[in-house]
């Protein structure tokens, strides 16, 4: 069996109790233990080292995963109070992703299940954001609506049922999450920017300036940040601004945990501050516009009442605010998952797994990493 919300299947293939799940696409180290449709623990390891190079370097992310991929493992196992003879089956994203990073956590999950005689399951990554909204309840029901929303990706999904989505819209240029980090660097706020962001922005004047909400008027779901980044640049360009460091303490490390992670960071100068909350509050405002203008359409073109959010950004604290907002107003429910569970984590890996291997599916040794593995 495996459970979906408040729902039970029942699988014509044998029970698949203890999952592991294992996440190494990108910057993060995670692994997570379900057992009986439960997350017994959720390790993730945040790597720091990318931060003085404003962004992600594939080299320095695999041989990081490499180092911590096996800790961390035993460290879930260990939390979960699971041996790894009790283990029914493992999960694994094998795309999309940076393919160095893709392989150690594949690789590690391939050798792992053959030497316990167990199954293993290739997930897509960006499909198990859609059902980290299914790890807590109360959660969606069919048909719903979920925009993905991270780094990498902008997606807006119609799931209409169980393993079952049909990709509506995404962007076709930077995704909310990559804009929210270029326009990070543009202000000194380091890497990532989203949080950053987003903190600054609850002081700031969201009228301050208009930038652009790219596609937000035309009838089509497809998204483009492109505009709204270039614009904040031309914006500093001809007002001769230039922001640099403002941010000069971040944390050395954070730990690994289960629980939100946190970042520990200085304020900006005194006579910075005022401009540098007015232009984040702005800069925020068109993405998250752009965000609920294009779900909350499909909504209405699609009739569909439960709406999801689902990715890194759906950690945005404004996106949250603002979406249930409207979404009270229209009647709608809508649904995000726990913090801890936006980000790239081995919970939401486990969970697809687990419906995965209870629906039959599991995948074969020659599977192999896909970066840019499509949903």
């Avoid at 594949?106 to 954001?129: D, T």
């Avoid at 299914?134 to 993905?148: A, G, Q, R, V």
């Avoid at 230039?242 to 100068?269: G, Y």
């Avoid at 404004?318 to 984590?345: H, I, M, Q, W």
């Amino acid at each position: 069996m495996f459970c979906v919300g408040n729902n039970t299947y029942f699988s014509l293939f044998y029970s698949i109790v203890n999952i592991l799940g294992i996440e190494t696409s990108c910057d993060e180290t995670s692994a997570a233990v379900i057992r009986d449709c439960r997350i017994k623990s959720n390790i993730i390891s945040s790597q720091l080292v990318h931060r003085q190079y404003g962004g992600i370097v594939p080299e320095l992310a695999s041989r990081a995963h490499q180092q911590l991929i096996v800790p961390i493992v035993e460290e879930a196992l260990h939390e979960a109070e699971t041996k790894k003879s009790e283990l029914d089956g493992i999960a694994v994203t094998y795309g999309p992703g940076l393919i160095g990073a893709l392989l150690v956590g594949l690789n590690f999950a391939k050798s792992m299940a053959y030497g316990l005689k167990i199954p293993f399951v290739g997930i897509n990554h960006m499909e198990a954001h859609i059902y980290a909204n299914f790890i807590d309840e109360p959660t969606p029901n069919y048909p719903f609506l979920c925009l993905i929303v991270s780094g990498g990706h902008t997606q807006l999904v119609r799931v209409n049922a169980p393993l079952n989505h049909t990709l509506l819209g995404e962007t076709l240029d930077d995704a909310a999450g990559e804009a929210y980090d270029k326009v990070g660097k543009m202000l000194g706020l380091g890497f990532p920017g989203g949080p950053v962001i987003d903190n600054l922005a609850r002081e700031g004047d969201p009228e301050f300036v208009k930038f652009p909400r790219s596609y937000l008027d035309e009838d089509t779901f497809e998204f483009s940040f492109s505009g709204i980044k270039t614009s904040v640049l031309y914006w500093l360009r001809n007002n001769k601004i230039h922001f640099t460091n403002q941010i000069t303490k971040i944390a050395e490390s954070r730990e690994t945990t289960n629980k939100k992670l946190q970042t520990d960071m200085e304020e900006p100068s005194t006579n910075n501050r005022q401009l540098l909350t007015n232009l984040c509050a702005s800069f925020q405002a068109a993405v998250v516009d752009v965000l609920i203008g294009k779900l909350l359409s499909a909504s209405d073109k699609f009739s569909i009442k439960d709406i999801a959010v689902a990715g890194g950004v759906s950690a945005n604290s404004e996106l949250r605010k603002r979406l249930t907002d409207s979404a009270r107003e229209r009647g709608l429910r809508v649904f995000f998952p726990k913090t801890e569970y936006c980000t790239d984590n081995g919970a939401m890996i486990a969970k697809l797994g687990e419906m995965k291997f209870n629906a039959g599916i599991s995948s074969s040794v020659e599977l192999t990493a896909i970066p840019y593995l499509q949903l």
